[in-house]
Each structure stands twice: as structure tokens, then as C-alpha cells.
């Protein structure tokens, strides 16, 4: 009985001491990363790309760019006919390869219908970019039921049909892709965003639960998943008034710079990306500090989104004004 005690303290520690070593590895390879540059992009000519809430905003950039500057094929998924066939008809005209669909992502069976479509006229999806969503920024007391039930339906059960379609195309071929745009409002709590921050903490969720999944069912699979938490972008359609006292620091990032950080994490492969890196550190921070010391920072920088029928206080260093209230994908 000793001798077996003494057998299982070793194997134990050795256990511990491989645990240690590859935790040590992981982190050497994270200073590496900042230290030497990140790894290299990888490439998707000729892959099948699916990008819902593509007629506009986030979702039509990152259309354009897979399809124009990265040849890649793209399937554009909107629920507005004229918006995604018209956003289809920019990248045939700029040489890129696209197919446009109309398809409400919240209805469990046209997004089965629609992707057996895909796979049946296109072939199959090398990667999924769950874009779409819809927005409300009002007071907790002001929401409606119709509104909360909308967010999540369009915001979080929108990638559970999507992703049961394609994943197991992804799992027979053997590697595949799965992105997923998050929001800073996913992994931080923010004032007049309680359906919006919560449905994407329910996105943060599924990703970080899904891809434990899969490397417990198989250590070895390569199917990839990043999830993009981005601070405020203007220019999507669905602009929502923000202040922030440093602008440098805590940006209103536009479109452009948005999903070209976007689409460069995507080809990193990278796991969950916060962008824009400053934004970054102080996430990390955030995680770090007791929450009061948290909110007292954030409450320093003052960056915050500004209600429906609400003003800008005057003063700060920049604010972003410019509106939409059609809550488009």
C-alpha cells in the first residue's frame, strides 16, 4: 500500500510538472507573439465563405474584403433583399465572387433551408462569420418584451442555428472556421445596453463553451473559433451617439479601420480579439482589479453610449453623433 501511495504522489507531480511546462510554453509563446510579430496570416482563396447581416455595415465590409482583396467565394446572408443583392452586385463588379441569399437568421428552418442551399449551389462552407444584429440602446425600464426577445433571437439563437448547419460540414472535411462578432458590451457590462451586452455575453459564452467542446471531443480537431469583441464603430447603420474624454485611448472606431483589424485577427486565427488594442489592455485590466477599481477607471475615461432621446453632456473630447434607428443587420 506504501509503495502504491508513493506511485500515485509521482505520477501526480509528474501531472503538475507537465501541466507547468506547458503553461510556461503558452505564455512564452504570447511574449513571442508581441514580441516578434503575431503568426502569419493565413489564406482563404477559394474558400466558401458565409457572412450573415451582409447587406450593410460590419457585415457588407468584411463581404467585400474576403471576397475582393482576399478571393475568397462569399455567400452574403441579410434579411434585406435590395440591401444584400446590392452589396453582392459591388463585389462582382470589383472581380470578387458572390452569391446573395435573404435569409432572417432568427427562423430556425429558413436558415436549414437556406444552408442546404449553400451546400448544394455552392459546396461546402470553409467558414462561418455570424455578423448579424440588431441593437437597442435604452434604459432597462424602457424595453419591451417584443424588443428583448428580438435581440436574442437575432443575437445569440441566430448562431445556434447557423452553426449546427455548418459545424458538421467543417468536422467532415476536416478544419473549418467559426466567427463570431461579438461586442466590448460581451464581456463588459455597459449602462443602456442590458438585451445588446447581454445576448452578446451569450455569444462569449457559446464560443468559449463550443470550442472547449470540440477540443474535448477531439484534441486534435482543427476547427477554429474567434470571437470579436469590438469597442464602438461608427458607420454601421446602426450608430448609436458615444462619448469618450480620450479619444486616443478609447476610440470611436471607424468602419474601415474596424473590420481591417477584424478580418486580420480572423487570418491570425486568433481566439477571442479585442479590438482596438488599447481597448485590449484595459479589458485585461478590467479582469484583473476588484470590480470598484474597474468601474472607477472606466468612470475616469468616461466612455459611454448615449440613449435614444438622450444628449451629449458638453465638454468631452469627441463625440460621435451620427445616427440610424433602423436597427439594420
Given at each position: 500500500?506504501?509503495?502504491?501511495?508513493?506511485?500515485?504522489?509521482?505520477?501526480?507531480?509528474?501531472?503538475?510538472?507537465?501541466?507547468?511546462?506547458?503553461?510556461?510554453?503558452?505564455?512564452?509563446?504570447?511574449?513571442?507573439?508581441?514580441?516578434?510579430?503575431?503568426?502569419?496570416?493565413?489564406?482563404?482563396?477559394?474558400?466558401?465563405?458565409?457572412?450573415?447581416?451582409?447587406?450593410?455595415?460590419?457585415?457588407?465590409?468584411?463581404?467585400?474584403?474576403?471576397?475582393?482583396?482576399?478571393?475568397?467565394?462569399?455567400?452574403?446572408?441579410?434579411?434585406?433583399?435590395n440591401s444584400v443583392e446590392a452589396a453582392a452586385r459591388e463585389i462582382r463588379a470589383a472581380g470578387g465572387v458572390a452569391h446573395a441569399m435573404t435569409v432572417d437568421v432568427s427562423d430556425e428552418k429558413l436558415v436549414e433551408m437556406a444552408a442546404r442551399q449553400v451546400r448544394e449551389?455552392?459546396?461546402?462552407?470553409?467558414?462561418?462569420?455570424?455578423?448579424?444584429?440588431?441593437?437597442?440602446?435604452?434604459?432597462?425600464?424602457?424595453?419591451?418584451?417584443?424588443?428583448?426577445?428580438?435581440?436574442?433571437?437575432?443575437?445569440?439563437?441566430?448562431?445556434?442555428?447557423?452553426?449546427?448547419?455548418?459545424?458538421?460540414?467543417?468536422?467532415?472535411?476536416?478544419?473549418?472556421?467559426?466567427?463570431?462578432?461579438?461586442?466590448?458590451?460581451?464581456?463588459?457590462?455597459?449602462?443602456?445596453?442590458?438585451?445588446?451586452?447581454?445576448?452578446?455575453?451569450?455569444?462569449?459564452?457559446?464560443?468559449?463553451?463550443?470550442?472547449?467542446?470540440?477540443?474535448?471531443?477531439?484534441?486534435?480537431?482543427?476547427?477554429?473559433?474567434?470571437?470579436?469583441?469590438?469597442?464602438?464603430?461608427?458607420?454601421?447603420?446602426?450608430?448609436?451617439?458615444?462619448?469618450?474624454?480620450?479619444?486616443?485611448?478609447?476610440?470611436?472606431?471607424?468602419?474601415?479601420?474596424?473590420?481591417?483589424?477584424?478580418?486580420?485577427?480572423?487570418?491570425?486565427?486568433?481566439?477571442?480579439?479585442?479590438?482596438?488594442?488599447?481597448?485590449?489592455?484595459?479589458?485585461?485590466?478590467?479582469?484583473?482589479?476588484?470590480?470598484?477599481?474597474?468601474?472607477?477607471?472606466?468612470?475616469?475615461?468616461?466612455?459611454?453610449?448615449?440613449?435614444?432621446?438622450?444628449?451629449?453632456?458638453?465638454?468631452?473630447?469627441?463625440?460621435?453623433?451620427?445616427?440610424?434607428?433602423?436597427?439594420?443587420?
Amino acid at each position: 500500500m506504501y509503495v502504491l501511495f508513493l506511485f500515485n504522489i509521482f505520477l501526480f507531480a509528474t501531472e503538475v510538472l507537465t501541466l507547468m511546462v506547458k503553461i510556461g510554453y503558452i505564455f512564452a509563446a504570447q511574449v513571442a507573439k508581441y514580441v516578434c510579430g503575431p503568426q502569419e496570416r493565413k489564406s482563404v482563396a477559394g474558400q466558401v465563405v458565409v457572412v450573415t447581416g451582409a447587406g450593410s455595415g460590419i457585415g457588407r465590409a468584411l463581404a467585400v474584403t474576403f471576397a475582393v482583396e482576399l478571393g475568397a467565394v462569399v455567400v452574403l446572408w441579410d434579411i434585406d433583399r435590395n440591401s444584400v443583392e446590392a452589396a453582392a452586385r459591388e463585389i462582382r463588379a470589383a472581380g470578387g465572387v458572390a452569391h446573395a441569399m435573404t435569409v432572417d437568421v432568427s427562423d430556425e428552418k429558413l436558415v436549414e433551408m437556406a444552408a442546404r442551399q449553400v451546400r448544394e449551389q455552392v459546396g461546402a462552407v470553409h467558414m462561418l462569420i455570424n455578423n448579424a444584429g440588431v441593437c437597442p440602446c435604452l434604459p432597462f425600464k424602457q424595453l419591451t418584451a417584443q424588443q428583448i426577445r428580438r435581440t436574442f433571437d437575432v443575437n445569440v439563437m441566430s448562431h445556434f442555428w447557423t452553426i449546427k448547419e455548418f459545424l458538421p460540414i467543417m468536422e467532415e472535411c476536416g478544419r473549418g472556421h467559426i466567427v463570431c462578432i461579438a461586442s466590448s458590451a460581451g464581456i463588459m457590462g455597459s449602462p443602456y445596453f442590458t438585451a445588446y451586452g447581454s445576448s452578446k455575453h451569450g455569444v462569449v459564452g457559446l464560443m468559449s463553451s463550443l470550442r472547449k467542446e470540440l477540443h474535448a471531443m477531439d484534441k486534435h480537431n482543427q476547427i477554429k473559433m474567434t470571437t470579436i469583441c469590438p469597442l464602438g464603430i461608427s458607420g454601421t447603420h446602426i450608430d448609436i451617439p458615444t462619448r469618450t474624454r480620450f479619444p486616443r485611448v478609447l476610440p470611436v472606431m471607424t468602419l474601415d479601420f474596424a473590420v481591417a483589424q477584424m478580418v486580420d485577427g480572423i487570418l491570425r486565427e486568433e481566439d477571442l480579439f479585442v479590438i482596438p488594442f488599447t481597448f485590449r489592455w484595459l479589458y485585461f485590466i478590467h479582469r484583473l482589479c476588484p470590480l470598484k477599481v474597474s468601474q472607477l477607471l472606466f468612470e475616469f475615461l468616461d466612455y459611454a453610449v448615449e440613449p435614444e432621446g438622450f444628449h451629449a453632456p458638453v465638454g468631452r473630447s469627441h463625440y460621435h453623433d451620427h445616427r440610424d434607428h433602423r436597427n439594420h443587420y
